[in-house]
């Protein structure tokens, strides 16, 4: 046991001429590859990480640029509900002066039927009424009257009732 705790120089020598060779043989075929893939790795990490920044740029500015076309979707939308509503008023518009038109002529239409109907009734009624006074006159007179005097009678007649 008193051996372990000696130093032995030619120990210590040949320890450290083996350390020596085993660091130039790890620089030579263990650090630079390392060092290699650790720089690879950083720069495939950077790649990535400029990737995603890119990606996130483009996917602002296609968000953007929907949008965008979101708008102006709605603004095209807004244009055509007031288009439409603006063509539905004309047509309603156009639909009520028909309406009024077609009310107008067969309120006229209605007029004319009455005024004929009317016509026709004192037509009707002053033919009954000259022959009621032509039949009282008769038997008033008992005679016949002759044309001329007859008619002469029957406006005379005709013209007391309308005043009346």
Same mark, same amino acid.
């Given at each position: 046991?008193?051996?372990?705790?000696? +130093?032995?120089?030619? $120990?210590?020598?040949?320890? $450290?001429?083996?350390?020596?060779?085993?660091?130039?043989?790890?620089?030579?075929?263990?650090?630079?590859?390392? $060092?290699? /893939?650790?720089?690879?790795?950083?720069?495939?990490?950077?790649?990535?990480?400029?990737?995603?920044?890119?990606?996130?740029?483009?996917?602002?500015?296609?968000?953007?640029?929907?949008?965008?076309?979101?708008?102006?979707?709605?603004?095209?939308?807004?244009?055509?509900?007031?288009?439409?509503?603006?063509?539905?008023?004309?047509?309603?518009?156009?639909?009520?002066?028909?309406?009024?038109?077609?009310?107008?002529?067969?309120?006229?239409?209605?007029?004319?039927?009455?005024?004929?109907?009317?016509?026709? /009734?004192?037509?009707?009624?002053?033919?009954?009424?000259?022959?009621? +006074?032509?039949?009282?006159?008769?038997?008033? $007179?008992? /005679?016949?009257?002759?044309?001329?005097?007859?008619?002469?009678?029957?406006?005379?007649?005709?013209?007391?009732?309308?005043?009346?």
């Amino acid at each position: 046991m008193d051996n372990v705790l000696n +130093v032995n120089p030619g $120990l210590i020598f040949w320890t $450290l001429v083996n350390f020596g060779i085993f660091f130039i043989l790890l620089m030579k075929f263990g650090y630079r590859p390392m $060092l290699n /893939a650790l720089n690879e790795r950083e720069e495939k990490i950077h790649n990535s990480i400029m990737a995603a920044e890119n990606a996130n740029v483009e996917a602002q500015r296609i968000l953007a640029e929907n949008k965008e076309k979101l708008a102006e979707a709605h603004q095209q939308v807004a244009v055509v509900v007031k288009e439409g509503r603006v063509q539905a008023e004309k047509i309603i518009a156009k639909a009520n002066e028909e309406a009024e038109y077609i009310k107008k002529q067969k309120l006229e239409e209605t007029a004319r039927e009455m005024n004929r109907m009317k016509d026709e /009734a004192f037509t009707q009624l002053r033919s009954e009424v000259a022959t009621l +006074v032509m039949q009282a006159t008769e038997k008033v $007179l008992d /005679a016949k009257l002759d044309d001329d005097s007859h008619k002469k009678l029957i406006d005379t007649a005709i013209s007391q009732v309308s005043k009346n």
